[in-house]
């Protein structure tokens, strides 16, 4: 009686079972193979700031040729400021060693001065660069908010920001912006974040960017390597921010910025 | 007997004085004209490099001295590469683009070729991008609002002849100078071999008129490797923003690179704006020499004529000729003498400034036609001054009085 149940259940859901079961198969004998590899491949200075990042932690990864007297005492600092923090972790790189290739070739430093420390959010951006000397000042100057951290990974990959800093009564993106963001030419050069004017951790990071305290929610326009193109209010249209870019763009030389023309 | 016949007779009479009032005249105007056309075309070059460069500075080893600003990396001096990132880091505000070159004398097939190292902005771009170009969130001012968005048309490989910057280029693609490609037939997506490797002809870059039309490019690290030079370059080239390379840019490159020399292209200029300016000034010196010279040649002319021909003048005045026709007669003659002068003076001047420009001022230089009439008109200002006197002196005379000589 049950082989006839099964018989039947299968002859009505063969195909479904079959694809289930070929699932589950490929998941449990694919996923350790592609995972092993990648772990494997990975530098200690790779792996360091990858389960960084896994932690939400910072990583300053310090890049060296020699251990001069500059060296060592960079990486004293980095060591006394850094070592009781649970928000980062240090790694140092020699430029020289072939298994870190990878990661000075990421960086495009084999050529750089050093001893250079780089620090890194736990989203890939790099938040403060220093070349033979850093200080205690310096290095919490790195910590910066997500929403910094945000904009600073897309300028640093040549994208603009549209950071919308909403009041505490009103939530989503403005229409101007949604509009610019969705014109072919502009969607894949712009990231829009969003960001509240109530959260603490960007209080610091709007004092900054001087957006008025009020009650109205405001447009911010940044563009790639870090230029403020303008602030706007929420009523801001598409046709506003196109011209503040071109405004932007005119440079020594150049016709204007040839982007979208 | 008519005044220009009597003009006409008397320069043909006395061919020696002709010729040595009308050489002096000749001389000057020579002079006026040859400089002044140089100065022309030096200055119209200057404007003209100007608007083609923008405001750019130049970074080069201590000891190297400009000549020339296209060819200013080719010098064997070096500084390290080091440098460029040290400049990328910085993030000083106004550095728009930082390209380094290294140039390597190499062949192919037998004919002679600078192979110029240069980095792509994307390997820079990456470093000074981390300060934000030194102006992260700051409110932009003015030309400090260089905005540097993934962009299509800036990233072709056609930008390093308009931008002197280009953006990427991979270790084994090569780009080709205009007149090079011309010359070996090459076009894009061709191979060659250079120093032993082979590479990829990425594209021919547009025409320049520079030395770049000859050169052909390759990425820096990969002509470092098989020229064997070691992480080094021959110059900086920044594209600095106009007003701040004016506000203090050059201060902070000079602090920020100790041991090599920042010139700027107003530098660069000011070589080419002081030679003008001493040329416009010896222009100023000729004409004054002109009118000296000219003028006292002239009159000296002037008055043995007249002291010559007292007998003549005593006679034409006693057949009916008034003091007027007299002075006439010798501004007549005086103005003749300066309008060829000054038209010999100004085809002299051409010539000259046509074929020694290019040699003494390196610049292509062409007849102005408006100089011709500024040279006859002073050439017979001058010479109308200078045989006034002589004139009026020679419309006084008594023919009672030449005749009781006689």
Known sequence: MKSHTFLKLFKNNGIRLLAAGTLLVSMSNVSPAQNTPRVASLSKAEASRASAAEQNKYTFIMFWKDQDTTTKSMWSTLQQNLSDKNTASVVAVNTGDPQERKIVEQYGVSRAPMPLTLAVAPNGAVTGSYVKQINADYIQQAFVSPAKSRCMLNLQNRRMVLLCVNASNSTGIPNGVQNFQSMPCYKNAVEVITVSQSEPTERDFLNELRVPDSQNSSVIFMAPPGVMVGKFNNSVTSQQLIAELKKAGKSCGVEGCKHCK | MTMRTIIWKEMKERPTALIASLLAIILSVTALVAIRNVTIFSEQEVAGKLDELGANVLILPEGVTLQDYYAADMHKETIPEEHVAELALAGLTGVEAITPKLCVPTKLDDRNVILTGILPQSEIQKMNAWSGGGMLFKKHEGCKAKINVADENLDAPDSLAERRALQHLNQSEVLLGSDFAASKGLKEGDQLQLLGETFEVLSVLPSTGTVDDSRVFAHLHTVQ???????????????????????????????????????????????????????????YLFLAILVAVGGASMA???????????????????????????????????????????????????????????????????????????????????????????????????????????
């Open chain 2, 225 to 283: 490797r098989l020229s064997g030079t070691g992480p080094v370059v021959n110059i900086i080239e920044v594209m600095g923003c106009c007003e701040d390379v004016a506000n203090g840019l050059v201060g902070e490159l000079q602090s920020l690179l100790p041991g090599t020399k920042v010139v700027t292209i107003a530098n660069v200029v000011e070589t080419q704006v002081s030679i003008n300016r001493m040329m416009t000034n010896l222009s």
């Open chain 2, 300 to 406: 000296s002319a002037s008055f043995a004529n007249v002291i010559e021909r007292r007998r003549e003048i005593g006679t034409l005045m006693a057949l009916g000729a008034t003091p007027r026709f007299v002075t006439q007669l010798f501004l007549a003659k005086a103005a003749l003498l300066g309008l060829a002068g000054g038209i010999s003076g100004y085809v002299l001047g051409s010539l000259i400034a046509v074929f020694l420009g290019p040699v003494f001022a390196s610049v292509a230089v062409f007849p102005v036609p408006s100089l011709a009439i500024v040279a006859s008109t002073v050439a017979v200002l001058v010479t109308l001054a200078a045989s006034y006197f002589p004139a009026r002196q020679a419309s006084r005379l008594d023919p009672c009085l030449c005749f009781k000589e006689v």
